[in-house]
């Protein structure tokens, strides 16, 4: 097995594989470190809710779209706070990225193209989504990421651990064996991902907020370690938000099971039910249209955590608030959970939970008011029937990451700066480590991770040393 490459990628998910791929087809020699055991990182674990604008698909519904446009939409759901460069390149990039997966028989949802509602909405409709998430990309890029690795020899070492950047380009590594190597390279890309999944790096960058997780395990942050050491900076730490909203999943991890979120996004499920604070009070109108109004509101709440409050009838008569949870679920996550509480009144139900029973008594009461016609003080619209009993229920919902915020800093071809704002030699970046706050400035915008990790690291592959 050889130490030496043209080009060495760290990580062999959503960036990395693209990267390497494209890399080795035009002839490159390409080490592909991968820390786990398998291809994928978070496409195992991603929605991959994607975004592109002039696809193929697109035209043939007859959608007038373009990358011009996409770049419009980013730009004003991020109020301008998205780097312009870096979302230039991804937008104009993103069509073939779609493209790309649809020659390699995507399993695209059939509702796509369509507008989403889980971040705040882009014009058109450009989002686009595998019918089993990220792992129907993941399905897609495999074959022709094993054809590249049998025809033109890909070298990916699974179990190895890049520790090190050396500045003489390179990689130091730890095998599985545990023993360390040094590998040379005259360029590096890192695609490690994100810090969502280490609780210090999430806690230095973010001055201490709470972290309730869906993010990979891998995710640990290591690749910003290893690029600040190298002389890299860190930026955008400052757009950090949480998402609307998770169970902490076993209680006390820290982990939010994505595939178990609470129906909370109004034009999916309009709600039934109420959200309160520890106080008893309602924060914001559950039906608000907009996602960022929603999740600026949840982010100044102590320990990101609210109640969402119902009653036995409600349960059986409302579409269901936790898609994944029958009855039977339910009722074990009820016994078991500190965080599903059920009583027979509403101050059994607040002591249980650790609620203000005498705000909670107002707020229940002001609701049941604004229900029976006398119009809502945050202004809901949507209020199906009062909160009565007997028999009530309140979920404990967290402010949840789906992925990092902050970014290294990097130039728009994707060169990573030094503390002098020159570029390091060889090293690049791609993936979730570039930022989403970078890529979607204070808001959350549809897609822009997913689909910059694949056409970045795609790109990075096909220009990179040449
Ligand atoms: C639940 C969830 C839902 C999401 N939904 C969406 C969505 O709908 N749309 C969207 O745009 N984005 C979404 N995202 C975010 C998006 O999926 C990720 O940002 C993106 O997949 C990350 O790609 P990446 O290549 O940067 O990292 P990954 O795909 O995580 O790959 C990084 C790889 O690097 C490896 N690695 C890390 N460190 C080292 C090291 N030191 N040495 C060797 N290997 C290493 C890891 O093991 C991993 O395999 C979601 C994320 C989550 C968690």
């Known amino acids: ?100 997966l649809m020659e390699n028989d995507f399993a695209m949802h059939p509702a796509c193209p369509a507008i989403l509602h889980l971040h705040e909405a882009y014009k058109i409709a450009r989002s686009y989504w595998g019918v089993d998430g990220g792992r129907s990309i993941l399905a897609a890029i495999t074959p022709p990421f094993e054809r590249a690795r049998e025809r033109h020899g890909i070298d990916i070492r699974f179990g190895t651990t890049v520790t090190e950047l050396l500045p003489g380009e390179g990689v130091r590594v730890r095998k599985p064996d545990g023993s360390v190597a040094t590998c040379r390279a005259r360029a590096t890309i890192l695609a490690t991902g994100g810090y969502g999944a280490s609780p210090p790096m999430f806690a230095r960058l973010h001055g201490g907020a709470p972290l309730f997780t869906t993010a990979s395990p891998t995710s640990d942050g290591s690749g910003f370690t290893m690029a600040e050491a190298r002389g890299a900076r860190i930026r955008n730490a400052n757009y950090w938000k949480p998402a609307m909203a998770g169970i902490e999943d076993p209680p006390g991890s820290g982990r939010v099971v994505w595939d178990d979120v609470p129906s909370l996004t109004p034009q999916v499920r309009a709600p039934w039910e109420i959200y309160v604070d520890s106080a ?41 608030l936790l898609p994944r949870y029958d009855r039977a ?68 919902c967290r402010g949840m990451v789906l992925r990092s915020f902050a970014g290294l800093v990097i130039d728009d071809d994707l060169r990573v700066l030094g503390r002098d704002g020159a570029p390091l030699r060889g090293l690049y970046a791609a993936g979730e480590i570039v930022g989403g706050g970078t890529m979607s400035g204070d808001g959350y915008v549809g897609g822009m991770s997913v689909t910059p990790a694949l056409g970045f690291g795609r790109w990075l592959g096909e220009t990179v040393l040449g």
Do not use: C
């Open 1 to 100: 097995m050889s130490e030496s490459f043209d080009l060495i990628v760290i990580g062999a998910g959503t960036a990395g594989m693209p990267a390497a791929m494209a890399a080795a087809t035009r002839g490159l020699k390409v080490g592909l470190i991968e820390k786990s055991g398998r291809l994928g990182g978070t496409l195992h674990y991603s929605s991959g809710q994607m975004s592109g604008a002039g696809t193929r698909l697109q035209a043939e519904r007859g959608i007038v779209d373009s990358p011009d446009l996409h770049f419009e939409d980013v730009m004003r759901i991020s109020r301008g706070t998205a780097n312009r460069g870096l979302v230039r390149r991804a937008v104009d990039i993103a069509p073939r990225t779609i493209d790309w």
């Open 280 to 320: 008893g009070r309602r924060f914001v109108a559950e039906d608000h249209d907009s996602v960022d109004v929603r999740e600026a509101a949840l982010a100044r709440l102590p320990g990101l955590s609210f109640w969402v409050v119902f009653d036995q009838a409600i349960l059986d008569a409302a579409p269901p």
């Open 329 to 396: 679920r339910l009722e074990a996550a009820v016994r078991a959970h500190p965080d599903f509480r059920r009583a027979d009144t509403l101050a059994q139900l607040a002591a249980a939970a650790g609620i203000d029973p005498t705000g909670l008594a107002a707020t229940i009461d002001a609701y049941n008011r604004a229900a029976s016609g006398g119009g809502d003080a945050l202004g809901r619209k949507h209020m199906p029937r009062p909160i009565v009993g007997p028999g009530f229920y309140a979920i404990r």
